[in-house]
Nanobody, 119 residues
């Protein structure tokens, strides 16, 4: 099976920065897209950013110019550098990856990491 383990969340003041990491482990044959999603209290889960295996990226309009997604294919790890954080960025952040153990790809999710932006 596949495990996605996130780290790097926490409490930060407005204008501050955090870096999230998510490492995929297991009997992985290949990983296609990896991404970050978030869910604030009382709201639906929303896309934050995604990155393909080739490095092409996609961002939600609300985080463009502030967040940067990257990945290390050799380590099966995806990162999210978050700068100029705002209170509205407060949410549980989830890592997602489309992973093949053999030839079939399936979507996997991490357990989530809390990001709180507050004074």
């Amino acid at each position: 099976q596949v495990q996605l383990v996130e780290s790097g969340g926490g409490l930060v003041q407005p204008g501050g920065s955090l870096r999230l990491s998510c490492a995929a482990s297991g009997s992985i044959f290949s990983i296609r897209n990896m991404g970050w999603y978030r869910q604030a209290p009382g709201k639906e889960r929303e896309l934050v950013a995604t990155i393909t295996s080739g490095g092409s990226t996609n961002y939600a309009d609300s985080v463009k110019e502030r967040f940067t997604i990257s990945r290390d294919n050799a380590k099966n790890t995806v990162y999210l550098q978050m700068n100029s954080l705002k209170p509205e960025d407060t949410a549980v952040y989830y890592c997602s990856a489309r992973v093949a153990l053999t030839i079939t790809f399936n979507n996997y999710w991490g357990q989530g990491t809390q990001v709180t932006v507050s004074r």
